[in-house]
């Protein structure tokens, strides 16, 4: 808890500090801007899915509307060795990508704090293999690997607050609701041998409405 305050307070003086410094910039004109944006999500989903570093472009058609689009990439791959020297190591490899296309309306338009919210439409799509610890002898009938994949297309709605440290950059913090058709698919591989059948694909669809994620978003502008 102290090591959190610790840091709370230090982003707070930093931020102070790049106020007063720039405290004699003209007021903030977005109106034909480009931005570039570096973006890191999945910030809120408790372990339950991969973290996401993006990239983005962002475009103002006036000082309180914007264009904005950021795919977002990422890749995990874990090794559990094996205790015993007879069985093979067990191994996850896992992979996202995704891409939102949207738009923002901001309420203070001429302020270095403003809020705004988002929305558009995102297509997002993981993979994860994990490959078992069997042993070394791979008896037939054993489980190898088990690859599952998710398709999801949705819509979604964010709130968020975007800090403007001058005319060129600015770091916004946003949380995001949506609506999400997904598609999810399990495919499991046996050791083949004598009267050994594959697992046939297994197949499900949902539909979900709720949280989804959090992001941080540093962007700069042209």
């Given at each position: 808890?102290?090591?959190v305050s610790i840091m709370l307070v230090t982003i707070g003086l930093i931020f102070l500090f790049l106020n007063s410094c720039l405290?004699?910039?003209?007021?903030?004109?977005?109106?034909?801007?480009?931005?570039?944006?570096?973006?890191a999500s999945g910030l809120s989903n408790l372990g339950i899915g991969l973290y996401?570093?993006?990239?983005g472009v962002k475009y103002w058609f006036?000082?309180?509307?914007?264009?904005k689009t950021i795919l977002g990439l990422s890749a995990k791959s874990k090794t559990n060795h094996s205790a015993d020297i007879s069985y093979t190591d067990n191994k996850i490899n896992q992979a996202s990508f995704s891409v939102n296309l949207?738009?923002?309306?901001?309420?203070?338009?001429?302020?270095?704090?403003?809020?705004?919210?988002?929305t558009g439409f995102n297509y997002t799509t993981t993979t994860r293999t994990e490959y078992?610890?069997?042993p070394v002898t791979n008896p037939p009938g054993w489980s190898t690997k088990q690859h599952n994949s998710t398709g999801s297309f949705g819509l979604?709605?964010?709130i968020g607050l975007e800090y403007f440290f001058n005319k060129r950059f600015s770091l916004a913090g946003e949380y995001q609701v949506g609506l999400s058709f997904q598609t999810d698919k399990i495919q499991s591989t046996r050791v083949p041998g004598p009267g050994i059948i594959q697992p046939p694909e297994l197949k499900t669809t949902t539909t979900t409405l709720g949280t989804?994620?959090?992001?941080l978003i540093l962007t700069v502008y042209f």
């Open positions: 808890m102290r090591k405290a004699d910039d003209s007021t903030m004109v977005h109106k034909g801007k480009w931005g570039i944006s570096l973006s996401q570093g993006g990239i006036s000082n309180g509307f914007a264009l949207g738009t923002e309306f901001h309420f203070s338009k001429d302020s270095r704090f403003s809020p705004y919210v988002y078992f610890s069997i979604d709605g964010t989804k994620t959090s992001s």
